[in-house]
């Protein structure tokens, strides 16, 4: 199916998944039986209008290659247009189980540090945290327009953020 622009690869269950800029579509395509499943879609309504045509979408989703933490058997997924929120996928029901409100609308990517359990999750403003262990959102950093996903350089204890619109690497602590 047409679907858009983002996908994960799950390496443990040897799937990818595909989400939609336009819809709540997510889909699950099991690479060993080609069979597609978009269970987790039913989890993922969120009506919205985009702003000059004012025409409807059942939803608007933004998926980073990094966005399987295999500890806690999950896919994070993120709202882009008309959200707030970062929710969590169960790998192997592909419900969702938690999600976390951003509080900045426009995730733009989503990274995991799985040995401090942290979801770093950039949007169209900054950069919020999330301790995976409490689900508590711990820091939010306003730090320019329109950021890309995180690199985690977890040896170093630094996490590099670019913006595509000021066109800064900014490294933080």
């Known amino acids: 199916p047409a679907l858009g622009n983002t996908l994960a690869y799950d390496a443990a269950h040897d799937a990818f998944f595909y989400t939609s800029e336009f819809s709540n579509l997510l889909v699950r395509l099991d690479r060993k039986t080609g069979q597609f499943d978009d269970t987790a879609s039913q989890d ?26 295999y500890g806690r058997n999950r896919l994070y997924i993120t709202e882009w247009m008309g959200g707030n929120f970062v929710h969590a996928i169960d790998l192997d029901s592909l419900r969702k189980v938690a999600s976390y409100d951003m509080g900045s609308g426009a995730g733009l990517g989503l990274s995991i540090d799985p040995d401090r359990d942290r979801l770093f999750v950039s949007s169209l403003w900054g950069l919020e945290i999330f301790d995976l262990k409490t689900d508590r959102l711990i820091a939010r950093k306003r730090i320019g327009l329109g950021n890309r996903p995180v690199v985690i350089d977890a040896a170093r204890n630094r996490l590099y953020v670019s913006s595509m619109v000021e066109g800064k690497i900014r490294i933080l602590d």
């Open 44 to 69: 993922l309504v969120n009506p919205w209008h985009e702003p000059v045509t004012l025409k409807p979408f059942g939803g608007s989703y933004i998926l980073a290659p990094h966005a399987v933490h």
